[in-house]
């Protein structure tokens, strides 16, 4: 890499610096574990190396038998309301932050580009969860529970939640609130599809 390329697009450079990784990729998850986040992959690979599967859709088989990919886009919107829902922690007792310094950012120019990119995903995920939080709480109590349930499975991986009250109708519940938020989700240009392409002959 020559000198020049420190002040080309800061876009292309961190494009460049992420090509190869799983950075991007539907699949990735974030796990804590004894108190650190990791990075892992919902297929099950290996996480870091981009494989075959980066970015793809799964197959309907697959999806059926695991029930934790996103499968459309209303899937991977709903997630990224989830995680940045997930971050929000209620400010009890004493202010985190004094009034005449609360506003002080530091400076980027130490972050690496991981870091940066971090920070950016985290940013447009939180662009999205404040959109989709009024959809969200606009669903009856039914269509929620579905919605959370689904959610958190698809966080952690595996199969591992169960809807509290209407374990027997969890599937048709979550595909229900999907129909419901479709058409509100496309007005705010969150989605490509008025009309699920899964009814499509």
């Known amino acids: 890499m020559t000198?020049?390329?420190e002040f080309s697009d800061p876009a292309k450079i961190l494009e460049d610096h992420q090509a190869g990784t799983c950075k991007g990729c539907p699949h990735e998850r974030s796990e804590r574990f004894f108190g650190a986040d990791h990075k892992t992959c919902a297929l099950g690979a290996p996480h870091g190396s981009r494989c075959?599967?980066?970015g793809k859709r799964q197959s309907m088989n697959i999806l059926d038998l695991c029930g934790v990919i996103p499968k459309d886009d209303i899937d991977a919107v709903l997630l990224d309301w989830y995680e940045w829902s997930e971050t929000y922690t209620p400010a009890v007792g004493y202010r985190t932050a004094d009034a005449s310094c609360r506003e002080y950012r530091s400076s980027r120019q130490w972050m690496t580009y991981d870091e940066l990119?971090?920070?950016?995903?985290?940013n447009l995920r939180a662009e999205v969860g404040k959109v989709v939080e009024p959809l969200v709480l606009a669903l009856g109590v039914r269509h929620r529970i579905a919605v959370s349930t689904a959610m958190r499975n698809m966080v952690t991986g595996s199969t591992v939640w169960k809807n509290p009250r209407y374990p027997e109708t969890q599937d048709g519940d979550y595909a229900a609130a999907k129909d419901l938020m479709r058409p509100q989700l496309y007005a705010k240009g969150l989605i490509k599809a008025l009309v699920n392409p899964a009814r499509i002959l």
């Open 3 to 5: 000198r020049l390329s």
């Open 117 to 122: 990119g971090e920070q950016v995903d985290a």
């Open 52 to 54: 075959e599967n980066y």
